[in-house]
């Protein structure tokens, strides 16, 4: 019987690492979230979780479910003031409903359809009702937990589709939004790149920086954040851990070619399972593929790869139901859809083909000619089976009975192709046992690695003294992460580092300070906090590169746009110089506000509908550069007949808005702090 999942969490984290009697995860409206309040919600999932999946959560599904738990709380404090003061309720005949009537709840009647006939059982629920108290008292809980938070899901639905009506979209508004997706322009323009002007050449300022947040400080809005810097002390395998597996490799090579039981071998020898499979050299390893043809019995290796291992033996052979190739091709498309660039990529293509009949390299051919992603590798396309290609392709491929170069074009939906069989048409397959072996470290080479990490601390008393033992260590590198969130997972690039985020959080730490030597990922990790961050707008040094592209591009704007002199397009190209560029773009639609060759350049585009045919724009500072716009031509709009797949389509793009909008302004109002960060 599948179970019903409510918003929740296990119960983790370990409190003694700060050693306090606060019990407060956080809070909403002032109005503390203890600790004890919080556990009880993750008990309950957690008991939950364990009946529908069988097993304990995996690390990042823990965390998950945490966030759900704190969500879950967050809504009910947060939006019960709201539903109150709509005089919002639920019924009983509404729940009623809900779990055996007209209306059922989406998770019951996924839970009660027949996966067979995909009917759902209303009389199964009404069973399983029935017998409840009779089921171990885990998946009873499970349901109570899930019957509990039905009236508070059901109020919550209530309320955003109330917020949610409040969308409408007039008559007047679907029209100009119809008309601006059916509006279409001609235009010609003149484009010169910020790229022109050297980055070097223009300097700016903290306080332009600034000044641009203040602009726009919408789009620069942050949480409370940490900025650390740390050091990753590898522990990866020595040259004596690859020889000690290698011997141990070896010694099973013997073995194994004797071994009366080959799967029962793989199984107690190899780091990967068994599989039985017959399969086709196309879905062989590499380096097995380099041996063919295989000889049944036989065993190859070992082979070295990747931190690897490996070992095969041939177990069986036999003629399979597709065949496999392998291929080179090199690929001239037409340069456009008519037929006389047909003919050009054709005959283009037959001069190559000549040129490698007469003795030139097919892989250099591919290199210097081939359009598509196997001309770096020579044309190669590897092995593949029958049904991967397109059908003419594949005729010629699969026709062809020895390796070589095929003596004709080959003609496809993607051009014209030159083909070299490298390995000729296949249906044997393979049952191959594989044994591999990881180079992992060992015990001596983590402890080594460990000792390195402490060494490294005990010359670590503060920000100054970390960076530079970092320093004077050529073989380490000093990674940063900056504005690291407290409910984040990450540091950087170090993944599962929740250990060290909660360090960085703690009212012990402060800016300067240098941790202990963390494990992460099987790792050694020593990090410093190097700055904080709190919630609000974001600071000039936190937002600094990117916040310098946008203020440069302002700086640029004005330098190009003072030199753009002339009373035509042309003209002003030849003012500025040789990077500026007259274009033209036909069918611009205004509702997409996209420049067909050049991009996304909405305030570009809008100016052009506002302009009369043969009129021109002054400079306008666009995304990529600066445009001046001439409109050639503007077929005038047919107005819809009937707008009201345009009012669909507003009113579903602002409706699928809402949902965190309405969440998110609720939760600001109610002024949310989550410290979860003290014990998770």
Known sequence: MVLFIVGGDLIGGNNNFFNRQDTSVGSVDGDDVNLDEFNAILEQ????YVSQNGRQPTEQELQGLRDQAWNQIVFRRAFQPEFEKLGLQVTDEELTDMVQGRNIHPTIKQAFTDPQTGQFDRAKVLEYLRNLDKMPPQQQAAWYTFEQNLPQERMGNKYYALMKNTEYVTSAEAQRYSEAQSAKANIRYLFVPYFSISDSAVKVQDSQLQDYINRNKGRYKVQEGRDIEYVVVSVTPSKEDSVTVRQTVDQLTTQFQTAPNDSLFVRLNSDQPYNGAFVSPAELPEKLRQQLPLQAGKVYGPFAENGTFSLYKVTGTKAGATSAARASHILIKPEGATPEADAAAKAKAQGILDQIKGGADFAAMAKQHGTDGTAPLGGDLGWFSSGRMVPEFEKAVFGANAAGLLPTLTKTSFGYHIIKITAPKTNQTYRVAAVTKSIAPSDATNDAAYQRAQELKGQANDLESFRKAVAADKTLQKQEAKGVGASDQVVGSLPNAREIIRWAYDKKTEVGSVSDVFTVNDQYVIAAVTGTRAKGTADVAS???????FVRNEEKAKQIMAKLKGSTLEQMASAYGSTAQVRTADDVVLGQGVIPGLGAEPVAVGTAFGLKPGQR?????????VL??????????????DAQASRTQLQNMRTSRATGAIYEAIREKSDVKDERVKFF
Do not use: N
């Open 543 to 549: 937002v600094k590169p990117e916040v310098s592209t």
């Open 628 to 641: 001046v716009i001439e409109l050639v031509a503007k077929p005038a709009v047919t107005p819809a007949q």
């Open 45 to 48: 999932s957690k008991e939950a």
């Open 617 to 625: 724009s002054a400079p306008i500072q666009g995304e990529q550069g």
